[in-house]
């Protein structure tokens, strides 16, 4: 019996459990890795999944980087059954095969960049649209608190999560040779008093628990205070004639944006003026699950929806389908509030609008979720003075402003609170979905309060699953963190400095215009040497 972590490990993308027991293999959750070239690599490298291998996979909740490669294994072979909650399910019809579209566009892109430059074999799209439409066919529909038993030995019962609609925990309970292990995912887990969804349930005690640690470092703002800075935000840009871009996640970040801007404008706060454009199919699709889902919202939106309130429409909303009506809203002249995905900025319409807008003076960004390491968004929140857009560098001169209190995962206290009666029954801590310093600031506090040592995974590494005692693992260093060879590249860019000096002597006997061109190039690479420099 035993565990490996084939993503959410020491990062917070990529989501995936691989579970060994009963005599079958399975996952919790299949998320795709988000970041830089290097951790979206691993999206490719499908053997460490073994996707015929797997007999069934058990969904948490709809966000792609915890559903995101489903597609992908349906591709390399998965046919089996997909569990999750209904409202995860109606949400992954729709955001799967919105991440395939965006999957074939960025392949028909990086095709004809190839093209252009006379280069061959380009990467195919991770997957398709019929792959997407495939997997959406394998969707099983589990309500909350009712077991169901995937596999012989194998029970499971899915509770409310608090994090999107129809986000879940899961508890498994395992019987094998006479041993029974019970198992808790939190999948993400929730704040309490967050806007639309209900508050997070807490499983019953089990002897292990995996939990999610994204904000393990620090607590949010309530949502006063974020409503207050929003407020700012749109006055700021308001006054200078300019726009409030928010990158926002299309499901459940822009809805609970809509839901703030409709209180905003309830209390006269939000300016009568200002057209408010949701620039996300996705988004608008997803809106309207929320809409047929109001069963799961909390008690509050509940009593908005009874006394006939939209808490998502406002005056001036508008929705933009189209690539045409998405590009004509760089063409408007005065302010705006423009939501548009993704939510990390590191694909789809979002970075059209920056960079129609991030270096303007008047203009601000608004960020409202989570930042992984290695995104254009994490660059932008931690003050980059410029950032890459279509290969063009682009100035930040608009005002940047990050509201953790939008999250839709609980802070650091939330996380402790939601821990505290697990760990009075004796059960072993293990932290996934979290970013490694935010993960030691968290085990360092859960040792000193309940005095245990949590056991913080790597990339591949495996558990093995025992009643008592402590946990056995195996690490996969080389294969998770492939060793980087510095002394081959430093010595390779010596060794063609040294080769272009010795050439100097022809270079200046070469015509003036040619000199240029290569006084451009050689400017170019002292310029991306001195941003590489600027970062240590």
């Not at 998320?31 to 070239?37: C, D, S, Y």
């Not at 986000?167 to 806007?195: M, W």
């Not at 195996?474 to 000096?501: G, Q």
Request: charged content about 25%; hydrophobic content about 40%.
């Amino acid at each position: 019996m035993k565990v490996q972590f084939l993503g959410a490990a020491r990062t917070v993308t990529g989501s995936c459990h691989v579970i060994e027991a009963c005599g079958r293999r399975f996952c919790v959750d299949c998320g795709m890795h988000q970041g830089n070239r290097a951790i979206e690599a691993r999206n490719r490298d499908v053997r460490v999944y073994r996707p015929r291998e797997l007999d069934f996979i058990l969904i948490t909740h709809a966000h792609i980087d915890h559903s995101g490669l489903l597609p992908l294994l349906v591709r390399e072979g998965f046919d089996k059954a997909v569990y999750c909650t209904g409202a995860t399910a109606s949400l992954l019809r729709i955001m799967l095969e919105d991440s395939a579209h965006i999957q074939e566009m960025e392949a028909l892109r990086q095709r004809e960049k190839y093209e252009r430059r006379g280069l061959k074999n380009p990467l195919p799209p991770l997957y398709t649209v019929e792959d997407a439409q495939k997997a959406a066919n394998l969707l099983t529909v589990v309500e909350y608190h009712k077991t169901f038993t995937p596999a012989p030995g194998l029970n499971a019962v899915y509770y409310d999560a608090g994090h999107i609609l129809g986000s879940a925990s899961l508890r498994l309970e395992i019987t094998e040779q006479d041993e029974n292990v019970s198992l808790i995912f939190s999948g993400d887990i929730g704040r309490k008093g967050a806007l639309i969804v209900r508050d997070p349930e807490r499983p019953p005690a089990a002897d292990y628990v995996f939990m999610e640690s994204t904000y393990g470092d620090r607590d949010h703002k309530n949502e006063v205070s974020s409503a207050d800075e929003l407020a700012e935000a749109i006055t700021y840009s308001h006054t200078r004639g300019e726009k409030v871009i928010i990158p926002a996640f299309a499901v459940e970040r822009t809805q609970e944006i809509l839901y703030c801007l409709h209180l905003l404008h309830r209390e006269g706060r939000l300016p009568g003026d200002m057209p408010v454009i949701v620039d996300s199919p996705l988004a608008i699709r997803a809106t309207e699950i929320f809409q047929r889902n109001y069963d799961l919202f909390d008690d509050e939106a509940k009593k908005m929806l009874a006394g006939n309130e939209n808490p998502f429409a406002l005056p001036n909303l508008r929705f933009t389908l189209s690539s045409d009506e998405s590009r004509a809203i760089n063409t408007i002249c005065g302010p705006a509030v423009v939501i548009s995905a993704s939510g990390m900025c590191n694909a789809g319409r979002i970075r059209h609008h920056l960079r129609h807008n991030i270096w303007r003076p008047g203009a601000s960004i608004v960020f409202v979720g989570y930042q992984a390491a290695g995104t254009p968004g994490r660059k932008l929140v931690e003050n980059a003075r410029k950032i890459t857009l279509f290969g063009e560098d682009v100035e930040v001169a608009a005002r940047i402003f990050t509201i953790n209190g939008f999250s839709g995962h609980a802070g650091q206290s939330q996380l402790l609170d939601w821990l505290k009666p697990f760990v009075l029954e004796g059960t072993r801590l293990v932290l996934v979905h979290g970013e490694e310093p935010a993960q030691n600031i968290l085990a360092g506090l859960i040792k000193q309060q309940f005095n245990i040592t949590a056991l913080i995974p790597d990339y591949l590494e495996e558990l093995a699953l025992e009643k008592s005692g402590q946990p056995r693992t195996v690490k996969h260093e080389a294969a998770a963190k492939p060793a980087i060879n510095w002394d081959f590249l430093t010595a390779e860019v010596e060794r063609k400095w040294a080769i272009f000096k010795d050439k100097l002597p022809l270079v200046r006997e070469r015509p003036w215009v040619e000199q240029t061109d290569m006084e451009e190039a050689l400017a170019k690479m002292d310029y991306a040497i001195t941003r590489l420099i600027s970062r240590l």
